[in-house]
């Protein structure tokens, strides 16, 4: 790990402003030293041949005032896994440590920029989208200083997925449009939970329950009979094209990839980026503290944009709980963000 480290260090000296490189470093100390499972520590020990046997200790020993700078930690770890939810548990833990939101909400975002950076250039088990958890949700947020809405209009919506570059994206974005799914949950979806009499998809494991508990919450999703067509393209012949279908490495998921038998979380985030810009609904909005470019939309716009156009509709919101796995209406509420002209419109149609 000494090496993901040290070239992640080199990497932002040379594209990041000063300051932003010293809080960054210390969200990583930060994060380093919090246990949760992050940290992968190995021993070497002898078995009863004789042979050197290599053991995982579950829980590395460590914490944050253990060690002078970054490059300390690189040299003790052997390996670093890092998942989304493990991000959104850092937060929670920092803003119980006291820490203000938007101070957490950076760390955040540096770490996810780590993440990133480590990720693309193969070091540890890292997939992780920053999207999935509610870290842009804290209170303060920048970004809705910058946009009116949080959703995608219908007709943009048509744009978004007109313009996907091959039917595989396509798929994706219809799914996630249609049903509501975090990325986390579409990406795991395998065909054989897949009802195309009820054009319904079944046992959908709920991700943030999954993230705190061992017990797992599954669900039940819908989709139209536009997605069911692009289904029927793209299990007709299309998904047979990619690396691992049709052999001993085909697990069976929904969504494949030319490298990979399952299509990784931050893949979507990457598939939404480019097929937005093509759309013409992308924009740079501005960068945030960290040093983090941030954009108008990401994928997780599209499970805003599931919920707000069937309230729009006139779903009852007990219902579309139920639907996007959430386990309380307080967390619904934050999706629920309508511009000004939704609220006219609502008044008149509802005024007696």
Request: charged letters at 35%; a negative charge.
């Amino acid at each position: 790990m000494v090496n993901a480290i040290n070239s992640y260090i080199n990497h932002i000296e040379e594209w990041t402003a000063e300051n932003t490189i010293g809080n960054r470093l210390v969200a990583l100390r930060q994060f380093f030293g919090w246990k949760n499972g992050v940290l992968i520590k190995y021993e070497y020990i002898e078995d009863e041949n004789g042979d050197e046997k290599k053991v995982e200790i579950e829980e590395a020993d460590i914490d944050e005032g253990k060690f002078k700078n970054l490059e300390e930690y690189g040299e003790y770890l052997d390996e670093i896994h890092i998942q989304t939810f493990h991000i959104e548990d850092f937060a929670t833990y920092m803003l119980n440590e006291g820490y203000a939101n938007r101070s957490v909400q950076n760390k955040c975002y540096g770490i996810s920029d780590f993440s990133n950076f480590i990720a693309k250039r193969g070091y540890g088990d890292v997939d992780v989208d920053v999207s999935e958890t509610r870290v842009d949700d804290l209170e303060g947020n920048e970004i809705d200083n910058h946009v009116e809405k949080r959703y995608l209009e219908e007709d943009e919506l048509n744009d978004l997925i007109s313009s996907a570059r091959n039917l595989r994206d396509r798929v994706l974005l219809r799914l996630m449009a249609d049903t509501g799914m975090r990325a986390s949950e579409a990406v795991s979806i395998t065909i054989d939970q897949i009802n195309r009499d009820e054009r319904s998809i079944e046992n959908v494991v709920n991700a943030k329950q999954l993230a705190v508990s061992d017990e797992e919450e599954t669900r039940t999703v819908y989709f139209t009979k536009r997605f069911s067509l692009l289904l029927d393209k793209w299990l007709g012949g299309e998904r047979d094209s990619y690396m691992y279908t049709g052999t001993d490495g085909d697990e069976g998921h929904l969504l494949v990839t030319k490298q990979q038998p399952k299509m990784a979380v931050g893949r979507v985030n990457e598939i939404f980026d480019e097929t937005a810009e093509r759309a013409g609904i992308q924009e740079h909005l501005y960068e945030d503290m960290s040093g983090r470019p941030r954009r108008k939309y990401s994928s997780h716009v599209l499970r805003h944009t599931f919920s707000v156009l069937r309230v729009q509709n006139g779903m009852p919101i007990i219902w579309l709980k139920e639907l996007l796995g959430h386990s309380d209406l307080e967390e619904l509420k934050s999706y629920l963000k309508f511009k000004d002209k939704d609220k006219k419109d609502a008044y008149n149609q509802y005024s007696p």
